[in-house]
Nanobody, 121 residues
């Protein structure tokens, strides 16, 4: 079964930085787009950043210029470099990916379990 596992979350002060990682594993034939979402207490889950297989990027307006998404296709891993963090960035961050199964040849969308990011003074 395909799994996405996030790491790198933690507690940082405003203005600080964190680097999140998400590794996909399992019966994977190919991964198309990968993305990071976040969900703050009492709010819906929103897209933060997305990246295609070829490296085209898209960001939410609230993080543009501060966050950078990247990927290593050989490692089936996506990263989110977060700089100039603000208290409003506090949320659980989730990895998301469209993955082609090598078992049934079907594209499906997968979620990780999430990693907590807290920005506080």
């Amino acid at each position: 079964q395909v799994q996405l596992v996030e790491s790198g979350g933690g507690l940082v002060q405003p203005g600080g930085s964190l680097r999140l990682s998400c590794a996909a594993s399992g019966a994977i034939f190919s991964i198309n787009s990968m993305a990071w979402y976040r969900q703050a207490p009492g709010k819906q889950r929103d897209m933060v950043a997305a990246i295609t297989f070829g490296g085209s990027r898209n960001y939410a307006g609230s993080v543009t210029g501060r966050f950078t998404i990247s990927r290593d296709n050989a490692k089936n891993t996506v990263y989110l470099q977060m700089d100039s963090l603000k208290p409003e960035d506090t949320a659980v961050y989730y990895c998301n990916a469209d993955i082609l199964s090598r078992i049934n040849g079907r594209w499906d969308n997968y979620w990780g379990q999430g990693t907590q990011v807290t920005v506080s003074s």
